[in-house]
């Protein structure tokens, strides 16, 4: 017991025992009936009171030791027990006796037993609170978090959320030139365990594997020189869970982060796991440009496609031009009238027919080539 906590202690015993002195010594009728104190009543008070302090301070010396190694392994215990249980035992504590109090008032008016009520109904539901707080700690801790998260969302509302970027978009390159064009606001955040995934794809043994890393790590250090000081990289990571993916969504949560892809299957387990996904390809599919059947495109024909008869061309956003009866014209510069178009999770594809061709190219394609020397064989 320290200094300071000795002498707290020894104050507080030597005014109760002053308080129980002067309320039972002068009730004392051997003490009543002599003269001294019949005479001058204030003097049986003052002796109540110095008799009283004696006491007090004499049950102190005799109990102070075991009082402090009693506080010292109380205080130990408490020590022990987490944070949240305290917090949840008190909160359960206050809601009892508010309860038993107002109850306590209610009933204060029942004969006999109305005195009584208040004491038990305080002692009683104050236990009960203690016990039921302990026991739907875990509740209480996970409706706190989940209103004060959503009260910091609002307060972030203003705020740019975060971007993690995964290994799938790294490679794809284009997030530098978004990144190039000041679209993205906020942090990129880049996850130890991705630079880990890129640095052993870029390790490879199969070639196109290896460039396919090497050109991941190219584009971190192009975003970087754009923007040094939005690039965060976070060590964080969960050794429970074996899937990059997984791990991504989980630090997405954590964050309160986006998670930038342009991995389909990401891109639907994030929905499922309620996080925000900004997904290139999206974007990408967004800003190409609106074409209607009817309307007409001048293109090149670069090669034939899968059915029987067709040709392939493309726009200069990547579009997919699929063209009927396009194969002999491989290589030409053609006028295209678009008969449909079909959007699909990859992309969008347009389909069409010639009009009339522009430029013919003077070479002649490794399918007539081909077909060609078959027919030179069978002839």
Known sequence: MSGLTKKVTCIFFIM???LIGYEIVPDIKVLTSLDIFTQQRWLLYVFSIVIGILFGFILFILSYKKLGCLGERLINHMLKIPTQSILSGIVGLI???????????????IP???N?????????????GITLGLRKREEGVNFYKKNIGRFKKKERISQYQPKILDTSVIID????????????????????FVLNELQAIADSSE???RNRGRRGLDVLNKINKIHTNKIKIVSQDYHDLKSVDTKLIRLAKELDAKVLTNDYNLNKLAQLEDVSVLNVNDLSNALKSVILPGE????????????????????????MIVIENGIKN??????????SILQTPAGRMIFGKIKERIVKKNYDSSYFKKNNTSQDKSN
């Open 112 to 114: 006999v037993i109305g």
């Open 95 to 109: 809601v009892g006796l508010i309860i038993a109090n107002l109850l306590a008032y209610s009933l204060s008016f």
């Open 296 to 319: 007409e495109l001048i293109t090149q024909i670069i090669r034939e496609g899968k059915e029987a008869g067709q040709g392939v061309a493309y726009l200069d956003d990547g579009t």
């Open 330 to 339: 491989i290589g030409d510069k053609v006028k295209v009238v678009v008969t």
């Open 207 to 209: 070639p196109l594997k």
């Open 16 to 18: 109760i025992g002053g």
């Open 116 to 128: 009584y009520l208040p004491i038990t109904l305080n002692v009683t539901l104050g236990l009960l």
């Open 173 to 192: 390159g284009r997030i530098a030139d978004i990144c190039q064009t000041d679209f993205l606001e906020g942090e990129l955040i880049i996850p130890r």
